[in-house]
């Protein structure tokens, strides 16, 4: 054998070794499997990348790009929460002092900082190099000059290299929105690709729960889903020796609970001018179907115009607000409160100031927690239409999602298919079977015969589908139902 064929053999050794090592740490990574493969395209694409990832505080996001590029990261810096100017490029020139001891020149602005990593970058060897900027909005002060420098930063240097992989992130959403996503500026159309961090799925929770260590029934998850949502930080602090009633008591209805707070620190994090989202968010949260935007208009007082535009499509852009048609009752659109951290508090945390021990455990099966349950697991369902159609054997088939309301009757999700078929959606919490007694099946005629009605002439079928946690109970009216999915059907 040649001397260049052994170095060849190798090197195809290095490679495959190399390959298996990225994909065993990808796999280390709870669910995100579209995000993966995203972030694996952005890897092997052989050209400069820009790449902005945002999404609700405590969704992950630093996680998954730390996880995700963890041997070719080459530079991470976060941003000073509540740091100024001086302060902010004093952590950023120690930052890069950490990764190379021999770079001893201060920067004086953001120019200088930026320049220093370059110098820094331009000192590696070959192959892909990871540079995270995190909670970029905190390094935005007021007249720092950063976003020049940044845009500085990329379009006169890491643009034209086909190593570089630019990664920023940042909670405040607004200032994603407004700075980099929806830029103008000279960032406008620089972002290569933006990645919008979903919070988990009941799935992802589940697997999640799990590597901890915390065995807790589907229906016990589904109930934590419920107040926490899909949030991995949330769910990080169920502690595995206590039940899931005691997790949730001690969380956020102990006076020292760690989400006990939370709220507070949510949207002032994610939002610039907090007060007024929250007015918005308050006034979603008293009705259940949503609010029209001349409708939010009248509840909070805040004039229909720019700002409100803003507040709304931020609120929609990191998931707290759905935003839908309700067919059949106007054109306008319909903004409806989601995020399940948010609609817990304003039910149960809001208005008390101090609880007894165990309150949580002591309302389990009253009128109250099955108000808030049965809302809550419509939401659920909204929020796994993709496992609902999977179920369905209609995971192939174009769809559109909408609610509809008459006069007399509503249905929170209508599945409409190019197929030429209509799933009208009831979502149904129960702690057993679910039972359909007469004075149910006559509300079912209603909605059934009151959409048939609005179709006019056009021709669809039309299937009555049941979401609801365990399946129905026996029933003369059962026969009406032509799909049934349930909660394990939403786990897919």
Known sequence: MSIGAFWLIILIFILIFAHLTRTNMKESIIGRAAEKAELQ???ESGKAEFVAIYGRRRVGKTFLIKEFFEDCLVFSVAGLAKGNTRLQIKNFYKTVQR???SLKESPKDWIDAFDILIRYIESLGGGRKVILLDELPWMDTPKSGFIPALEHFWNGWASSRKDV???VCGSATSWMMDKLIDDHGGLHNRLTKRIFLRPFTLSECESMLNSMGVNLSRY??????MILGGIPY???????GKSLTQNIDSLLFSDDGDLHNEFENLYSALFKNSDDYIKVVTALSEVRGGLSRSEVVEKTGIPTGGTLTKILKNLSSCGFVRRHKDIGDGKEDIFQLVDFYSLFYFKFLR???SY???YWMSIQGTSKFYTWAGLSFEILALQHVHQIKQSLGISGVMTSEYSWRSPNAQIDLVIDRKDRTVNLCEMKFSEDDYHIDEEEDAKLRRRVSSFKENLGKESKSIRLTFVTTYGLAGSRYNSR???IIILNDLFK
């Open 41 to 43: 395209k952005i890897f």
């Open 99 to 101: 990764y190379d001891s």
């Open 165 to 167: 992989v630019l990664v």
């Open 220 to 225: 016990e998850i589904s109930i934590c889903y």
């Open 234 to 240: 949330y769910l990080s602090l169920i502690d595995s």
């Open 351 to 353: 208005d008390r100031h």
């Open 356 to 358: 007894e021990d165990g």
């Open 481 to 483: 139902v032509n799909d």
